[in-house]
């Protein structure tokens, strides 16, 4: 483990945790906060209610989705906040989210976003084949634990059922729609990453890797 307490910083060292939706960018963050003396981690999709989508989404899934129209003022506020030593409050759970020398941020768009580009020191992008990242979404949005247990869904509810079917159906018509700009900002993100890791790993084997990273090809220039 990296003990942040012992190392002095010019400033905070902002990593950046990217991959496909699915990838397991949220577990990998809170595994390697932990790791980095709990590091604060700011998760994109906590900021859901202050994120400013363009006005016709499917004109600007046709134009390309350009990340730089998607403005999270409220992330990047937060950012700023930490980088000057200035708890924040967590938009989604009301927690107090205290500085420390490393901040996490789970930002599918990498540095590709311009709001934030400035202050993003290092890109981590887990990269994990899509099949796998699609069935983990559809697993999110079912009761896998009945199906595990049960090996059925015999005796759930109708309107239990009902929920989980069109969830999973709304994501597909969704998924069928967008998949090829989904493929094509990962792939760039993943083009422009520093440390490119196996997500098929164990979590901790992708923490271990992204330290070594760290370590390995940063180190020298961040931290005196």
């Not at 002095?8 to 906060?33: M, Q």
């Not at 989404?57 to 046709?62: D, G, L, V």
């Not at 090996?151 to 969704?174: C, M, P, Y």
């Not at 979590?203 to 330290?211: A, G, K, N, P």
Request: aromatic residues 8%; proline residues 4%.
């Amino acid at each position: 483990m990296i003990n942040a307490n012992h190392i002095l910083l010019k400033k905070p060292l902002v990593i950046v945790i990217a991959g496909y939706v699915g990838s397991g960018k949220s577990t990998v963050a809170v595994r390697l906060s932990k790791m980095l003396a709990d590091a604060p981690i700011l998760f994109f999709d906590h900021y859901e209610k202050y994120i400013e989508w363009p006005q016709d989404m499917n004109q600007w899934m046709m134009d390309g989705a350009d990340p730089n129209q998607v403005k999270v003022p409220r992330l990047k506020e937060d950012l700023l906040s930490l980088l000057k030593g200035i708890p924040i409050t967590d938009p989604l759970n009301g927690k107090i989210v205290a500085p420390s020398e490393y901040i996490l941020l789970e930002e599918p768009s990498g540095r590709e976003r311009d709001e934030i580009r400035a202050y993003v020191d290092w890109v981590v992008y887990i990269d994990v084949p899509q099949d796998v990242c699609v069935t983990r979404l559809v697993e999110r949005l079912i009761d896998m634990d009945v199906w595990n247990v049960k090996g059925s869904f015999e005796g759930e509810t109708k309107e239990d059922l009902v929920r989980q079917l069109n969830a999973v159906a709304s994501w597909i018509t969704h998924y069928h729609r967008a998949r090829s700009i989904y493929m094509a900002g990962s792939r760039l993100v993943q083009q422009k990453a520093d440390i490119v890791v196996n997500g098929m790993k164990t979590v901790e084997e992708i923490t271990t890797d992204i330290l070594n990273g760290i370590k390995d090809k940063n180190i020298q220039r961040r931290f005196v």
